[in-house]
DNA sequence: ATTACCATCCCCATAAATAGCGAGGGTATA
DNA sequence: TATACCCTCGCTATTTATGGGGATGGTAAT
């Protein structure tokens, strides 16, 4: 059984495209023995990027129907850090409960594993183990395995990452000191007033730092500015 | 060794407060015979929250020299989502390398490994172990052990974020979506005419989302709320 | 059924940011 | 020794953003 999973991960490892993916989300359903094994990025505007086992139907009906707003997996996977148990969420909404019905029409089982994983530029995904079972039954489950499904997370998620270039296309320029400390400011709230006094110079000084540090990032304006600057990393709040 | 390993995350797991994970940090360095291994929090106002073995003067230069924005392994590791091996990062600044003599004048040593950490609401933290040895032997060690580390990692970060009650007091604001939609907009770099013709709406109504924004936000500007929109991960640009 | 929040619109006055023109001395690197 | 940045400072005019005050109808949950 080990030695298994370490195949899995060597397949994974070596997978050139997505296509890859889906055979080793479907490779670990089998080997897991669960109804579904599910990879996907949740970004602000909808998909663009997964690989699993649930039926084009389902996919499209999930979609149509918006319910990324509605289910609780997302929500409770996006506010927490460690993997979720899906019966541990607040499914006291009617959209809610209406949603896991509609799930199990099309095939879900009742019981359902997430892992939250992050990435850099706020990337975010969710690797979803689900199946039919019953609650202890189901709990044993995922004490035994968490830490190995933890692993094959990570690496699907380098995956996707490396065949969406995710953060090739940004190259950072680099600002010098000064524009680096102006931006920190600005992202802290401060005006030009108070983030001129706190570097000691002239308001006019700082002017010269912002307006710099614009045209190197290729910004329309200081909050656009202030947005790549944070986005790309090269400064932190 | 290996059960060595489940004994610490075991104690990890166990850990109940920030000098419990001070101990385990001792621990893990001593069991994986390195001469450093830090737990750390790269939040705004630098150092918030760290457990390691780093000295305390090499810990207090570190932030007096604000090598925060110089340190070749938070940038690199900012936009990553493996984790890397300080050899392999850019190292090319005069000011990366005096920081890292600097560094091994103050006992640290000459091969680094640090893992990134992405929890909810933009929070991030690196778990780094350092020592002293040649590339290969380096590579090796890593390659053994990332996996071990990473677990690691994730227990470190998910007690860290436990004692500081992160999600509690932190938890990121929920926005409307049409104030999602305003943040991203001038995150991308548009004004408010631009932004209110981008959402069909007059540029008042525009700036009454801004504003409900940036109270949810607790911001004191656009800028301001536009930083913690994305810092937090709310929205995506 | 009431409370809360959402989406949408308007006016006015003030504060702040942007755009344009400048200038000088310092430190690298090619 | 040029060339290229980096850091620092000033003035003026225009454009934009912010902070108050409002109003209406809708949807969702308690």
New binding site residues.
């Given amino acids: 059984m080990k030695s298994r999973l370490e195949d899995l991960v060597s397949t994974l490892q070596a997978a050139s495209s997505l296509e890859d993916l889906q055979v080793v989300t479907e490779a670990l359903r089998d080997h897991y023995e669960v109804a579904h094994t599910v990879y996907h990025w949740v970004n602000s505007v909808g998909e663009r990027f997964g690989a699993g086992t649930y039926s084009a139907e389902w996919v499209d009906r999930y979609l149509e129907k918006d319910y990324l707003r509605t289910d609780p997996v997302i929500f409770g996977c996006f506010q927490r850090f460690t993997p979720v148990i899906w019966k541990e969420l607040d499914w006291?909404?009617?959209?809610a409960r209406a949603m896991l019905q509609d799930a199990q029409q099309h095939g879900l089982g009742n019981q359902g594993f997430t892992i939250p994983i992050r990435g850099p530029n706020g990337q975010f995904a969710l690797f979803t183990m689900n199946a039919t079972a019953d609650d202890d039954a189901w709990e044993t489950f995922v004490d035994e395995n968490t830490r190995d499904l933890m692993i094959v997370a990570h690496e699907l998620n380098k995956k996707a990452l490396e065949f969406e270039n995710w953060g090739q296309d940004l190259q950072s320029p680099?600002?010098?000191?000064?524009?680096l400390s102006a931006m920190t400011c600005l992202a802290k709230g401060m005006?030009?007033?108070q983030s001129?006094a706190e570097?000691?110079?002239?308001?006019?000084?700082?002017?010269?730092?912002?307006?710099?540090a614009?045209h190197?990032l290729g910004a329309?304006?200081?909050?656009h500015a202030v947005a790549r600057a944070l986005s790309t990393g090269i400064i932190i709040v």
């Fill in positions: 006291s909404s009617k959209a680099s600002l010098s000191p000064r524009e005006n030009r007033a001129a570097l000691n110079i002239s308001e006019h000084t700082l002017r010269v730092y912002i307006e710099s614009r190197k329309m304006n200081t909050t």
